[in-house]
């Protein structure tokens, strides 16, 4: 086994390669434009210089004049689209500002005009050339601007229903032995997944054809048909391969109705591929956070008192929030718990969800304050968080599915050396580097959605899984196809898997952690109605409950299944008595407690995540520790992370190979959001000043040190059938938290404010 | 692209604009897309075709294209080899790394009339035969990789790190693979790979 591969411990299936390896080591995997097109125009976006106002007049002389142009289209020819609502609200939009519509400005950096060219050169020479003039109005940039406006979350964002508490907060606070308060605050970051945010629609008579990558292509199928006025059935949105998501594909970005309304228009397929820097503010991005925290404790450090305050930035007309204090308030055992989230509205385009989107700000603030806090009681972190673990939430008294915080602290200080650490700051170096170790706990919740599915077997045991989830880097190729060998029994090369097509068995967002989970649960679901088909056809007395699960293995691991045998069931006689070539089974599966109109709004491209702390009369989270040592040269003030250490447990671990992977990419996630990421605003004009991929640091591999991922085995019946809680968010949760207190470890300096780089560092 | 603040090319008259929009903040007067200046005077349109012929994975192709298009969008919309991935086409995320001649080299800051009579590798010549190269294989085995967009670039970029002698050590390969961003952050991984692949591809 290489490092890659982990050999696989209880409760983990097996670290065989991706699925879609070859496709993507030989250039064969073709992304949303990639495809082929015939005989497309090239579109290029102009996108506005002031961030409100209005446009006074265009002139496109100059653009016109251009060779090659076809068509330039602005808010006074554009097609008319109808509205589409805020995700959030039922609608499918990530932004309810829509361009192109009328001359207003609403933030910088909109779409104000498309170029539509024979070629992409002359698209873009063209777009170049088109003259705006505006009437403009100072903009509010971001918290200490003047002109913005604050209101509580709760009561303008339909999916942020309550501010937790529990018990008597003030009474508590004011009463307890060991007090913190200390605030927090998070930048602006933005996802830069690799692969551009690029379009191309192709019309073929009245139906619609769209290549654009998605992680959430039923969403985007619906809300396109929506915005053109059509019926849904005839979008079908394409993407087998998605070149990064972390959150900035899931909701529908205004620019795709745009493009396939000129597309119909033209009567021509088009293609668009915007630039990097456009990319900063046509799609969505995590808005910058503020946070106050508020710890009592006794000596003993058992917490009696917690408030978290959080404050987000959103646009003017959209309400959005993450509102993390769902999660920061049931973390640890507290009986008097308070909070509040408040939306600081600017003239900015609608944030969005970015890989954890409520847990990474949320939990630096509170897992920095746990550290404060040790720091005040003379305690090592690692127990505080021991002292405070708890297996039942304080704000409703449900207990944890399964939760194993502490078996991960205890095996990753252990692989750490988090003995050796002296406990005083500054006390320990290594020639002109402090040297600080520090540690924080991760969790995300364990989330579900509606999925169907349909599976194909063979009589030569070749089988066809179709479901419309997205391959965004996760394995989720692999782990569906691992899913339908092991149910069925069949060799995992005789799989094939098609997904990333709105033509396909509807499956949901792939965010929130929730694919595995919810697809492996309906492929295995299909994949069983299959094997009671044959069975009946063989053993025709028998039921399926009483039989299969000692001769197919259910819920057995796969090793053991082939072990009995390497045909448990005999395909072919079954075949023979069914009298057909083909098995074929669609299904469709929910989550326990999902609503009766689940699988209507899972055709219609609404996702209904059920989970985390929002089930009924249990909470589900996935759990982690993390611990880092970082150098601080003492002259210089450089700040290096050599290494990174996390052990994590979340359920099932489908294949430790990806697992692994994503763990490491998230961790490599968070040290980047800790002393690398942040987007820099210009306050005076409300524009992203870094947004290129040299001024928006994100590492490289220089920057990475050596990390290390330890998946704890962990079983949890309560979840779903496939037993799995998603990792893809948890491992960049813990990270900011640990890097700023070994920081503090190593300098004796608390950095409250991410990200922290040298000039930061008051050695 | 930023605009050019008040560039007289803009075919406005600033003073005139900032009497009319009295009271309105100073503000730029073209659109973030406006970065060139219009009044160079004009030399031959470059919109109008040139021929080309480009050497690519043994082959060669006569293409009709614009005079600015780059080896990138040659490769990927006329020649329809789109291994090679556009990420930044500023030459910040080495995402269409392809080798010339044997370097590597970004294929978004490259004319394609620049490259003529070079041979250019891709990602779809190096397997050979159905054969994965040493490099493709060892990206497999190390799960070099999750969403697989920068892949072809970084293969590309091992391929020629390990060539150049760049694959010593550890830290050679971190070193001088960090001209391909991957934003999944496979990076151990990808370390990992070109220690694997670098002794097979020296043995030649």
Do not use: E, S, T
């Given at each position: 086994m290489t490092a890659a591969a982990p050999e696989p411990k209880a409760n983990m299936g097996h670290p065989v390669p991706r699925y879609d390896a070859a496709a993507k080591v030989t250039g064969r995997a073709t992304y949303a434009s990639d495809m082929p097109l015939d005989n497309p125009a090239y579109a290029f976006l102009v996108t506005s210089a002031i961030a409100k106002g209005r446009i006074d007049g265009f002139g496109l002389d100059d653009a016109k004049a251009v060779?090659?142009?076809i068509d330039i289209v602005t808010h006074e020819n554009a097609p008319k689209l109808k509205e589409s609502k805020l995700f959030s609200n039922g609608g499918y939009a990530g932004t309810t500002i829509q361009p192109l519509k009328s001359a207003d400005i609403a933030h910088d950096g909109q779409i104000i005009a498309v170029v539509i060219a024979e070629t992409y050169e002359a698209a873009r020479e063209a777009a170049n050339r088109v003259k705006v003039s505006y009437t403009a109005v100072e903009p509010s940039s971001s918290f200490d601007s003047p002109g913005t406006t604050t209101a509580a979350a709760k009561g303008q964002n339909a999916q942020f229903k309550e501010d937790p508490e529990a018990g008597d907060f003030a009474k508590a606070f004011d009463q307890a032995e060991v007090k913190l308060t200390a605030s927090y605050a998070t930048p602006t970051q933005h996802h830069n997944p690799m692969e551009l945010f690029t379009t191309s629609c192709a019309w073929m008579g009245d139906n619609l054809v769209i290549y654009e990558g998605s992680q959430y292509v039923y969403g985007l199928k619906n809300g396109v048909a929506e915005q053109l006025g059509i019926d849904a059935d005839k979008v079908r949105v394409v993407n087998p391969y998605v070149g990064g998501g972390f959150g900035s594909r899931g909701s529908m970005t205004p620019r795709t109705a745009i493009i396939a309304g000129i597309a119909k228009r033209l009567n021509r397929p088009i293609k668009l591929v915007p630039t990097r820097d456009q990319g900063f503010t046509i799609a969505t991005y995590r808005a910058e956070t503020r946070h106050e925290i508020r710890l009592g404790a006794g000596r003993d450090g058992k917490l009696m008192a917690l408030r978290h305050e959080g404050a987000e930035v959103s646009s003017r007309p959209d309400a959005y929030c993450v509102g993390g204090t769902k999660t920061t308030t049931r973390l640890y055992a507290c009986p008097n718990v308070s909070s509040l989230v408040s939306i600081v509205r600017a003239d900015r385009n609608t944030p969005g969800f970015m890989r954890s989107p409520p847990e990474v700000p949320y939990l630096f603030a509170l897992e920095s304050a746990m550290d404060e806090l040790a720091v005040k009681l003379n305690m090592d972190p690692v127990e505080l968080r021991r002292i405070n673990d708890t297996t039942v939430e304080p704000i409703g008294g449900k207990p944890y599915t399964s939760r194993s915080l502490m078996a991960c602290f205890d095996e990753a200080a252990k692989t750490f050396g988090w003995s050796q650490r002296s406990p005083q700051p500054k006390s320990m170096s290594d020639g002109d580097w402090l040297v600080g170790y520090g540690c924080a706990a991760t969790c995300y919740p364990t989330q579900m959605a509606p999925s169907a599915a349909r599976v194909r077997l063979q009589r030569d045991g070749r089988t066809r899984v179709e479901i419309a989830g997205h391959e965004i880097g996760t394995g989720a190729y692999t782990v569906i196809a691992q899913t339908a060998s092991e149910r069925l029994g069949v060799p995992l090369e005789k799989v094939a898997v098609f997904m990333g097509d709105s033509d396909l068995p509807p499956a949901p967002v792939a965010g929130g952690s929730n694919s595995t989970a919810s697809t492996c649960s309906a492929v295995m679901m299909v994949c069983d109605q299959i094997r009671q088909r044959l069975f009946k056809a063989v053993m025709p007395g028998d039921s399926l409950a009483d039989k299969a699960k000692e001769t197919v293995g259910i819920s057995q691991t796969p090793s053991t299944q082939a072990a009995k045998s390497d045909r448990p069931l005999d395909i072919e006689k079954a075949f023979d008595a069914l009298g057909v070539g083909v098995v074929e089974e669609y299904g469709e599966w929910k989550p326990e407690g999902a609503p009766l109109d689940s699988f209507k709004a899972m055709h219609s491209g609404h996702a209904r995540l059920i989970g985390g702390p929002e089930m009924k009369d249990k909470i589900a989270y996935a759990f982690g520790a993390e611990f880092v040592e970082v150098r601080v040269n003492r002259f210089t003030h450089e700040i290096r992370c050599p290494r990174l250490v996390g052990a994590f447990a979340a359920g099932r671990i489908m294949n430790p190979r990806t697992a692994r992977s994503q763990l490491m990419g998230g961790l490599i996630w968070g040290m980047s959001s800790a002393l690398l990421e942040a987007t820099e605003i210009d306050e005076r004009n409300a524009r992203y000043v870094n947004d290129n991929l040299a001024d928006y640091l994100v590492p490289v591999n220089a920057d990475v040190p050596n990390v290390e991922v330890i998946l704890l085995s962990e079983q949890d019946e309560q979840i779903n059938p496939a037993g799995v809680k998603g990792l893809g968010e948890l491992a960049n949760v813990g990270t900011n938290a640990a890097i700023c207190n070994a920081i503090y470890h190593a300098t004796g300096q608390r950095i409250r404010k991410l990200p922290v780089r040298l000039e930061n560092i008051e050695v | 692209m930023s605009e050019k603040p008040g560039s007289g090319a803009s075919g406005f008259d600033r003073r005139a604009f900032m009497a009319g929009a009295a009271g309105s903040a100073l503000v730029p007067m073209a659109a973030r897309a406006a970065a060139q200046d219009a009044s160079v005077p004009a030399a031959r349109d470059p919109a109008l075709p040139v021929d080309v012929t480009l050497r690519v994975n043994g082959k060669d192709s006569r293409l009709r294209i614009d005079a600015r298009t780059t080896v990138l969008d040659a490769l990927r919309e006329h020649l329809k080899l789109t291994g090679s991935k556009k990420g930044c086409d500023h030459g910040q995320c080495g995402a269409c790394t392809v080798l010339i001649d044997d370097r590597r080299v970004v294929s978004c800051l490259t004319l394609a009339l620049a490259a003529e009579g070079q041979e250019i590798t891709t990602i779809e010549g190096l397997a050979t035969d159905d054969r994965l190269h040493p490099m493709q294989q060892a990206f497999v085995d190390n799960d070099?990789?999750?969403?697989?967009?920068c892949t072809p670039g970084q293969i590309m970029s091992a391929v020629a790190c390990v060539k150049e002698g760049h694959a010593g050590s550890e830290a050679d390969i971190r070193e001088y693979m960090s001209g391909n961003i991957c934003r999944c952050a496979a990076y151990p991984n990808i370390v990992a790979a070109v220690k694997q692949a670098a002794p097979e591809i020296m043995k030649g």
């Open positions: 060779r090659g142009v | 070099a990789f999750q969403c697989g967009y």
